[in-house]
Structure formats: C-alpha cells, structure tokens
C-alpha cells in the first residue's frame, strides 16, 4: 500500500474516532503549503475556502479529509491536533543522542509521586514514543521543548502528533504492540501541574514612572495587555509597544519605563520573556524612537 493511501485511511480511522486530522509530509510538517503571505491570521480553511494552515485545517468530518488529502498528493502520514474539544495531551518522549525522555518522566514520577497509566502509546520511527493523555476541560497548555525535562516534548494547545500508521523518514508510526485496547487516559494531577505554565507575577509595588504626564498612559496600555485574551496577546503587545514608543518620541514616557512595564505585563500573561522584547523591539522600530 502507498504511504500516501496509508495515511489517508488511517487518518479517516483517526476522525471516526473523533480525533481531528490533516495531512503531514515525511518530514512531520504540514503536507500542504499556505496560501497566505508569511504571518497571516487566517484560522483555518473554513474561513477562507482554501487548505494550508496546518493544524489549523484539522477536521472530523470524512468528506474534508478526503479533500485535504487530494490537495496534498506528497502526503505520507497524517497530524492529530491537540488541545480542542477532547482536550488531548501528547508527551513527546525522545530516545537519541544520548538523551532518553522516558528515564526523564519515569524520574519525575518518582520525584513528584505519580503513576503513568498505560494509555495510547505511538512508537515512533527513533526508538521513541508519543504518550496520550486527556486534560481537564479549559486549561491551556503550552507546548514546550525540554521544558519538562531532558528527551521530552509537550504537545498542548495548537499543537499536533503524528497519528500512527503515517510514515516517516525512518520508519512508520504505530501503537505500542502491547497496547491491546487503546485507552486515552487523564493526565496525572502532578504530572498537570508540571505542564502548566508559571502564575502570573503578582505585582507588589506599582510602577515608578520618571518621566511627566504619562503614567496613567501606560497604565492603560499595560491592562490593553493584561486583559488579552489567548490568540490575541502577541498582537495587543505589539499596539500598546507602538503607542507607548510614539510617547516616548514625543517625551512623554521614558524608555526604561516602557520597556520594563510592558515586558512585565506581557510575562504576566503567559508571553515568553524573550518573545515579549522581541515584540517590543519590533514595535519600537515601527515607530522609529
């Protein structure tokens, strides 16, 4: 059987069971290019009528699938997305180059108290495997690289697995061979916990500003930040960064102040603090302070 027929068949078993799909290449990357310029919003082919957004074409529906598939002819295996209504949680466990993601989680169930439940299990093409899990409903999780620990990805929200029986350079993706009734179980409560990201910082002091006329000013900016909601953080940083370096330009704020606010309400919110300076420094050249 052709691996692109492979993983079409096993990615319309993966949406029968409720799981949303869309086609991957070997290299484990969307199979179908965007359409949109670098950096677009689009959410999804539903929204403009045309495949390419990743996992954000992930769908159910048979039909769709067969659609993806038939604009994605290179195709060879297929994404699960995480996170969404079944509120699936893939732990990435890596076993190469040294490094062995399950002797890392096996030492975190130890440290931390928690059994790992034999749920669905993915060996992967390197020796690897993907673990599923379920997490409660309206929690977000970031998907991370490391974070957890040596060997270990997460896949959470907006992210995907590879389903089995797609194929990749090394090999094909398939259940565990003892894995005889595929049961996705909860995530462990500690093991949870370990995922989440760090609470927000809770500010003790407010902010000193050392220039006239402009702390109420970036006060406001800095709660068009707090108050972001998920999808939209990046973006309100990027507006409020604009308006506060136009003050800064006109000596209404300082820069020190502004950057310090606006990196600690963007931390605040779940924003990397490297990604928020990155946000604020492109801002900053925009405005051209």
């Known amino acids: 059987m052709k691996a692109w027929t492979r993983a079409r068949d096993s990615a319309l078993q993966a949406a029968s069971l409720g799981y949303p799909v869309f086609p991957l290449s070997r290299n484990k990357v969307p199979a179908i290019p965007s359409p949109h310029d670098r950096g677009h919003r689009c959410p999804g082919y539903t929204a403009c009528g045309t495949p390419g957004h990743g996992v954000g074409d992930a769908t159910t529906e048979p039909a769709d699938v067969r659609w993806l598939f038939d604009h994605a002819p290179h195709a060879a295996g297929y994404g699960i997305a995480c996170g969404g209504r079944l509120r699936l949680i893939g732990l990435d466990l890596d076993r190469k180059n040294g490094v062995d993601g399950c002797v890392t989680l096996n030492q975190l169930a130890r440290e931390h108290g928690f059994t790992i439940p034999r749920t669905v299990t993915v060996c992967t093409p390197s020796g690897g495997f993907h673990l599923w899990f379920t997490g409660p409903a309206g929690v977000h999780i970031p998907n991370s690289v490391g974070r957890l620990g040596p060997g270990i990805d997460v896949r959470g929200t907006r992210g995907y697995l590879v389903g089995p ?3 990749g350079k090394g090999g094909t993706y398939v259940i565990h061979p003892s894995i005889t009734e595929p049961t996705v179980y909860p995530i462990p409560e500690q093991l949870l916990q ?16 050392t220039a006239h006329g402009g702390g109420r000013v970036l006060d406001g900016l800095v709660r068009v930040i707090a108050t972001a909601a998920e999808g939209t953080r990046n973006d309100r940083l990027f507006w409020a960064a604009a308006k506060a370096w136009a003050h800064v330009r006109d000596g209404h704020l300082a820069a020190g102040d502004v950057e310090a606010a606006l990196v600690t309400a963007a931390t605040g919110v779940g924003l990397g603090e490297h990604e928020a300076k990155r946000t604020i420094a492109s801002a900053q050249k925009g405005v051209g302070t």
């Open 165 to 167: 029986g797609s194929a």
């Open 194 to 209: 370990l995922l989440l990201p760090p609470p927000a910082p809770k500010f003790r002091q407010p902010i000193r500003y």
